[in-house]
T-cell receptor, first 112, second 110 residues
């Protein structure tokens, strides 16, 4: 049982380049999330998707776009990367009844 | 806007001692979660607290929730080195969007 799988695990970009982080879950969860983690700031919600076909902004959505491709997959796109987007990105999915989040292993992104 | 604050942010303690991490939040919620993160790793769910007065225990860790005080505690009993990690609390801010505290980095020394 893989749980939540993220790719890539590491990526280095130059300012202005674009990239997509992929996330897939095999737990049949309806809700999926993208968080970023920066030192001393905990995790901050970028976007979430309550169900297939719906997405909504979180606390720090600027500079990002998302796609809920189907129930399993939720991708995060950086159209024009900036150094401020250097961070560790976590995808998560939620068991609807308790709201408990299950996290992927994280994707470490560096923007030069 | 929901704010979640943990204290202390850094905690160094000796094996065998007891200590408590506090999680305060600013608006009404009756759902609170505790996670553990090892360096360079993902977050692991520890406790799910879904009502006022909820108490959960697993090994040397015990978590409780007081929704009236908007406070949760994570109590560590007779600490051991393996409990060294960063601990996060998170509060349901509505629509199952969790807001996280800054994290408490716990170091347990032999």
């Amino acid at each position: 049982n893989a749980g939540v799988t993220q790719t890539p695990k590491f990526q280095v970009l130059k300012t202005g380049q674009s990239m997509t982080l992929q996330c897939a879950q095999d737990m049949n969860h309806n809700s999926m999330y993208w968080y970023r983690q920066d030192p001393g700031m905990g995790l901050r919600l970028i976007y979430y998707s309550a169900s297939e076909g719906t997405t909504d902004k979180g606390e720090v959505p600027n500079g990002y776009n998302v796609s809920r491709l189907n129930k399993r997959e939720f991708s995060l796109r950086l159209e024009s990367a900036a150094p401020s987007q250097t961070s560790v990105y976590f995808c998560a999915s939620s068991r609807g009844n308790t709201g408990e989040l299950f996290f992927g292993e994280g994707s470490r992104l560096t923007v030069l | 806007e929901l704010k979640v604050e943990q204290n202390p942010l850094f905690l160094s303690m000796q094996e065998g001692k007891n200590y408590t991490i506090y999680c305060n939040y600013s608006t009404t919620s009756d759902r609170l979660y505790w996670y553990r993160q090892d360096p360079g790793k993902s977050l692991e769910s520890l406790f799910v607290l879904l009502s006022n007065g909820a108490v959960k225990q697993e090994g040397r860790l015990m978590a409780s929730l007081d929704t009236k005080a908007r406070l949760s505690t994570l109590h560590i009993t007779a600490a051991v080195h393996d409990l060294s990690a960063t601990y996060f609390c998170a509060v349901d801010g509505g629509a199952q969007k969790l807001v996280f505290g800054q994290g408490t980095r716990l170091t347990i020394n032999p």
